[in-house]
């Protein structure tokens, strides 16, 4: 009995003590009116440094992020920045968001170099 018992602990304990305690946000960009995936969107947690750009299909994952309620923000040049508010992250869930930027026009001022 003691032995089973001390086999059974010494297979289980390592089990325990590596349980996660963060969870991860996965999800894809695209483009809001064609679906296209959009490659290179920065996507990031707001007020933190965790944070992820998107492949060439649009995915983006951020792991490791410790549980809470966090404000995930997306950007990308020449579209419209997209924030999500409340997103949670728990322990060992995995928190799909999948976002969707609109094309806009770059506005901003223009600065002209002048090479000598």
């Known amino acids: 009995m ?6 059974l602990l010494m297979v289980l304990l390592p089990a325990m003590l ?18 296209d995936p959009l ?9 933190t440094s965790f944070g992820a750009a998107s492949d060439m299909n649009g995915y983006y994952v951020i792991l490791n992020v410790p ?8 950007t990308m040049m020449g579209y419209s920045i997209a924030e999500f508010t409340a997103l949670r992250v728990q322990v060992d869930i995995t928190s799909v968001q999948d976002i969707y ?16």
């Open 101 to 116: 930027l609109e094309q806009t026009a770059v506005e901003g001022e223009v600065v002209t170099v002048t090479a000598e």
């Open 67 to 74: 549980p809470g309620e966090y404000t995930l923000k997306a």
């Open 2 to 7: 003691k032995k089973t018992f001390l086999i």
């Open 18 to 35: 590596f349980a996660s305690t963060t969870g991860k946000i996965p999800g894809y960009v695209r483009d809001v009116s064609t679906g």
């Open 39 to 47: 490659a290179g969107t920065n996507v990031m947690l707001a007020g």
